[in-house]
């Protein structure tokens, strides 16, 4: 059965774990061709040997504009073409602001924003000759901050409104922005937290829930984005029917 996803090129970021990997096998058994970056490269080549058909495992830092660049030259060079970036790649290491380290700072924010940035800078000139479409993961908390992830809120909002301002300027291209913000997913996200009071708050809270599967997040990214070309589905919200805030 062919879908709209048939022979579509997709890069997806952060694809080693989580969300992207789920979302990287969602689109790959869709029928689209994959490229897959992050920086754990055994973890890529583990995914392409599960995935059905062939997917391009590309080592990259999105922190590095040079690697991400030629991630995106690499994914063209091979399949001829970007039509989709799923910007997915992303560090939470929540602790309190007074007394923070800061390079847990500096390493959310050169990931998750300029990291985020650099790629949609890099994917772009292709996703615009191909009337393309930007899936930007932000979470629950790009609207909603709260104690002890003022950062990660922060590089969050700050994907929105990127997203907001890239979205103004290729839609009367036919490119599509969407931005997909997620409540608790059960993925290694957590793991990386290195307080040990917020990693304990984390696996707390994963407890009392009954938490997001990565897939559920792919199930959205393949609707949005095997919509038809006259519809853009701009922003979804997805929580655990548990979750409140
Ligand atoms: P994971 O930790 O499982 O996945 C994070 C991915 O990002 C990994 O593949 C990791 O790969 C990659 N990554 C991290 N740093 C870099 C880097 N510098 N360069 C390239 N890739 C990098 O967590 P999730 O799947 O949960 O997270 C995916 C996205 O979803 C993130 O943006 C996160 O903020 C967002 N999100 C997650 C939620 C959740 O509850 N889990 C909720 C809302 C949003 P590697 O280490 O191999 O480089």
Known sequence: MSTTLDGKVVLVTGASSGIGEATALALSAEGARVAIGARRADR???????AADEMLALQ???TDQESVRAAV?????RFGALDVLVNN????????????DTTEWTRMIETNLLGSMYTVHAALPHLLQRKG????????AGRIASAY??????????????????RQEVTAQGVRVVIIEPGFVATELTDHITDPTMQAAAQNLAASMRTLRPED??????????Q???????????RPTDQIQ
Do not use: C, W
Not at 44 to 50: D, I
Not at 228 to 238: D, F, G, Q, S, T
């Open 44 to 50: 890529l080549e583990a995914l392409a040997r599960k």
């Open 60 to 62: 990259l830092d999105v």
């Open 73 to 77: 030259a690499a994914t063209v060079e």
């Open 89 to 100: 790649a992303g560090v939470m290491l929540n602790g309190p602001i007074v007394g923070a």
């Open 133 to 140: 479409t930007i899936l930007q993961v932000s979470s629950t």
């Open 149 to 166: 992830s003022g950062v990660y809120a922060a590089t969050k909002f700050g994907i929105t409104a990127f997203s907001e301002s890239l």
């Open 217 to 226: 997040i792919a199930d959205a990214v393949v609707y949005a984005v095997g």
């Open 228 to 238: 038809p070309e006259h519809v853009a589905v701009n922003e979804i919200l997805i």
